[in-house]
């Protein structure tokens, strides 16, 4: 079965601290991984996006690294703010329809 | 920026009612998806299309059927809503054929209680 999975749950560090959050998925075969960002009650907001023949990407304070071989993604956030305080989800397309599995997020918390 | 734009934020309805959620891009996409998002459970897909009057079930389609007439318009369709149906659904549009698309880009949900 193919899963995705974030570790840990939830997250809470000092302002201006660099942080790594974690995606694994049981599958290596993937298409792309796409890390999103979701604030409370809210639809949820594209950030990243790497294809399986990319390993990394970089948006602003953002960088998306993928190793297929061990099934690994990292969301590194550079000089984190109490704005950047949300959930993050990662997203894999296992399939050529586009379907995304979803793991259950990571909540962090950003103190001023 | 793509915008993908839900109907409602909010909608309360009561057991057995037939329920509509819409969802509409502007962006010419050929791929839309239904989600349902539940405490414990995360994001799980229900519907999607690939093209106009094109559907495939998703991982949790029993209870739910879609429409997809116009290539910007997706609705779910709620047939007799039942109490666990309450949730939050999230729809979402991409580009591209295939797996190697562009970013799948999300509405701000609608939230659904039945009562």
């Known amino acids: 079965k193919q899963e995705v999975t974030q570790i840990p749950a939830a997250l809470s560090v000092p302002e201006g601290e660099n942080l790594v959050l974690n995606c694994s998925f049981t599958?290596?075969?993937?298409?792309?991984l796409q890390w999103f960002r979701q604030d409370p009650g809210k639809g949820l907001t594209s950030l990243l996006l790497?294809?399986?023949?990319?390993r990394e990407q970089t948006s602003g304070r953002l960088n998306a690294s993928l190793d297929k071989s061990s099934g690994r993604s990292t969301l590194y956030i550079a000089a984190s703010q109490p704005g950047d305080s949300a959930t993050y989800l990662c997203?894999?397309?296992?399939?050529?329809?586009?379907?995304?599995?979803f793991g259950q997020g990571t909540t962090l918390q950003v103190k001023p | 920026d793509v915008k993908v734009t839900q109907s409602s934020r909010y909608l309360v309805k009561r057991t057995g009612e037939k329920v509509f959620l819409e969802c509409v891009q502007d962006?010419?996409?050929?791929?839309m998806f239904w989600y349902r998002q539940d405490p414990g459970l995360g994001l799980r897909l229900i519907y999607f299309?690939?093209?106009?009057?094109m559907k495939e079930k998703g991982d949790i389609p029993e209870g739910y059927s879609v429409s997809r007439e116009k290539k910007e318009r997706f609705s779910l369709i709620l047939e007799s809503a039942s109490t666990n149906q309450t949730s939050m659904y999230l729809c979402?549009?991409?580009w591209g054929v295939g797996g190697q698309g562009q970013p799948q880009h999300f509405g701000d949900g609608t939230r659904l209680s039945i009562l």
């Open positions: 962006m010419d996409h050929e791929n």
């Open positions: 599958d290596s075969a993937i298409y792309n």
């Open positions: 997203a894999v397309n296992f399939s050529n329809t586009g379907k995304l599995i």
């Open positions: 790497i294809q399986s023949s990319q």
């Open positions: 299309s690939y093209d106009v009057k």
């Open positions: 979402a549009s991409r």
